[in-house]
């Protein structure tokens, strides 16, 4: 089966930094490098936003709240994305999950796979 598994999360104070990785198994792992890959979060009592994707030609595109500050790469021999936090912020603290997705022709629908999520947490 497809698995997308995370690692990295953790505690740090604020202005500190994380790596978040994320390593791709099963049918995806063959044809990793075509899909658009992403790291979204979802706090408590609020909807899951975007935090960032790269596409499989490397184009990112970041929320407004982390630009300059979060930076997501690929590395498609490894089938992983990563997810470099710096001068994280109280704010910050969520659960974050990675994200796998690609526009299917042979069935015309989106395919989508997402990780199990890990905790990050940014305070005092």
């Known amino acids: 089966q497809v698995q997308l598994v995370e690692s990295g999360g953790g505690w740090v104070q604020p202005g500190g930094s994380l790596r978040l990785s994320c390593t791709a198994s099963g049918s995806i792992f063959s044809s990793f490098s075509i899909y658009t890959l992403g790291w979204y979060r979802h706090a408590p009592g609020q909807q899951r936003e975007l935090v960032a994707t790269?596409?499989?030609?490397?184009?990112?595109n970041y929320a407004d709240s982390v630009k300059g500050r979060f930076t997501i790469a690929r590395d498609n021999a490894k089938k992983a994305v990563y997810l470099q936090m710096k001068s994280l912020k109280p704010e910050d603290t969520t659960v974050y999950f990675c994200n796998a997705n690609r526009w299917d022709w042979s069935n015309r629908r989106e395919e989508a796979y997402w990780g199990q999520g890990t905790q990050v947490t940014v305070s005092s």
């Open positions: 790269i596409t499989s030609g490397g184009t990112t």
